[in-house]
């Protein structure tokens, strides 16, 4: 999947799976706010999506954060971490927070012990 953010204000353009900064920040506020718990038992991660976070300069690891979009969908949001062991979410130095992850269920893959199928 590519982002349907393409270049933004500021000149900034986003790699193919980053979103906006403002994006991330609504959505992990919507997941901070739930009021319902939601069925969700993992996250499909696209490899591009920790391939492009881990190619960021400095980057020496990584951190999820949980997110809700405006249609109610969930996400899992990937960012960069420093060696101070912080978020890395300066787009204007190239840094970004990735997503396209599909929440199991939805993609679950074969049923098995840690997605409830067997």
């Known amino acids: 999947m590519n982002s349907n953010f393409g270049e933004q204000k500021k000149g900034i353009v986003y790699p193919p799976n980053a979103i906006p900064l403002a994006t991330a920040a609504d ?5 901070r706010n739930r009021t319902t718990l939601q069925d969700i038992n993992g996250f499909w991660i696209p490899m591009i999506d920790v391939n492009e976070a881990r190619e960021e300069l ?9 997110g809700i979009d405006g249609d109610g969908e ?13 978020d890395m979410i300066d787009e ?3 840094q970004f927070v990735y ?9 679950c893959g074969n049923g098995n012990v840690l997605n409830g199928g067997k």
């Open 92 to 94: 204007a130095a190239g």
């Open 58 to 66: 400095g980057v020496e690891n990584m951190r999820g954060y949980l």
């Open 74 to 86: 969930h996400h899992l949001l990937l960012v960069g971490v420093n060696a101070k062991g912080n």
């Open 99 to 107: 997503d396209y992850t599909l929440p199991c269920p939805q993609q």
């Open 27 to 31: 959505w992990t506020k919507e997941w």
